[in-house]
């Protein structure tokens, strides 16, 4: 897990601001307080500051009080927060009351404050469901210039060294978009193989999965996954993509070369694209689960600012963790 310790370090030098919505929760706290006590980012809390800082004392946390804490109560921006919520959602009508109503809720204010400059990042989900943390971040930050789509990857750490890039592999989308069509699934393979780059600092071989390999079967779902090759392929000329690829020609290279011969993926990917959301979620929980790697993420690609998801099992050490790849996020 050195790759951890230097996204960190990398982490440290950009000093980000990254905002914690939910801050009456321990993990939460816990979390803040090492990312302040390493210098990891910056970090922005939202509510009542005596009940953060008297929550704070009481776990016996020391460096809370670094923390810039919103009190959505009395904080002068919110007005102007509220202003630019009407203009974003102008077409739906949005009005000012709803809008301060909305921004009651630390989530929305989280990512009014990104949306306004105010902050860099954000981590979120450790007490909310993915919808609920996505849901203003689409609806506010939005994606970024030229993508239609947001996507979710794992960082993989497997036990076993002989797969993908010393046994780290980033597997996508595994948490967002439920059913892509070919060009969203294109747009989620281009996206992975950038973060690949920038998070996993490794040099991105994308396989595009599926129940069949150049050309074995023939179904609908094939020929979405074969389309969403092609497109890929067309985004993104620096990245080397190819599919339509089962797992198995994908990660072994016995079987990539007698399945796919002409492939330079085959038997040696190191980025999975899977064709659903389906497919996705349940592959990563199955490595993690069954094989006992350590699964990273979501870490969200496609946003317009790092907005990233925790699950609610979270511990206190992936909170500090998706943190620090924010952070390295917004330093790109
Ligand atoms: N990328 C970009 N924008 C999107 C995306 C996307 N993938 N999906 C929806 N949007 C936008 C819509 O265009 C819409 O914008 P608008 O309001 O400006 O028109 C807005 O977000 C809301 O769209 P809805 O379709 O109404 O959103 P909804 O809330 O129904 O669904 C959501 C979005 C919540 C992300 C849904 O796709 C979802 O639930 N996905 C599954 C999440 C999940 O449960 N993952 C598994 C668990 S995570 C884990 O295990 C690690």
Redesign the pocket.
């Known amino acids: 897990m050195d790759l951890l310790n230097q996204i960190k370090e990398n982490a440290k030098k950009h000093n980000k601001r990254i905002v914690l919505p939910e801050s009456w929760e321990e993990r939460t706290l816990r979390a803040a307080d090492e990312v302040l006590a390493e210098g990891i980012a910056q970090i922005i809390l939202i509510g009542e500051p005596s009940d953060i800082l008297s929550k704070a004392e009481g776990f016996g946390l020391k460096n809370i009080g670094k923390a810039e804490i919103v009190n959505p109560k009395t904080d002068s921006r919110i007005d102007s927060y509220a202003d630019l919520m009407v203009e974003i ?1 102008k077409s ?1 009508g949005l009005t000012k009351a709803e809008a301060l109503k909305l921004l009651e809720d630390p989530l929305y204010l989280a990512t009014l404050m990104i949306k306004a400059g105010d902050a860099d990042g954000e981590v979120a989900g450790a007490n909310n ?3 609920d943390v ?2 203003p971040a ?2 506010y930050v ?2 970024a210039p030229g993508i ?5 990857a ?1 960082l993989m750490f497997l036990k076993d060294n002989q797969f993908g890039e010393n046994g780290l592999m980033v597997f996508a989308d ?5 059913n892509p069509t070919a060009k969203e699934l294109a747009e989620i393979a281009v996206a992975t193989g950038r973060t690949t780059r920038a998070i996993a600092q490794i040099e991105p071989r994308i396989a595009m999965l599926s129940f069949s390999t150049k050309g074995s079967a023939k179904h609908e779902m094939v020929d979405k996954v074969v389309e969403a090759t092609r497109l890929a392929k067309e985004m993104a000329p620096d990245l080397k993509i190819d599919g339509e690829l089962q797992a198995d020609a994908a990660i072994i290279p016995s079987i990539g070369k007698s399945k796919a011969p002409n492939s330079e993926i085959a038997g040696v990917a190191n980025v999975l694209v899977f064709p659903t ?1 389906e497919s996705g ?1 349940i592959a ?2 199955l490595v993690q689960r069954m094989a006992g790697a350590e699964a990273v ?2 870490v969200l690609q ?1 946003m317009a600012a790092p907005i990233n ?1 925790l ?1 609610r099992g979270c511990s206190v050490s992936d909170i500090v963790n998706l943190v620090a790849i924010t952070a390295n996020q917004a330093a790109k």
């Open positions: 959602r739906k469901a993915t919808g996505l849901r689409f609806q939005k994606t239609s789509v947001v996507s979710g794992f595994c948490a967002v978009h439920p959301l979620n990563y929980k993420g979501p496609g998801d699950s």
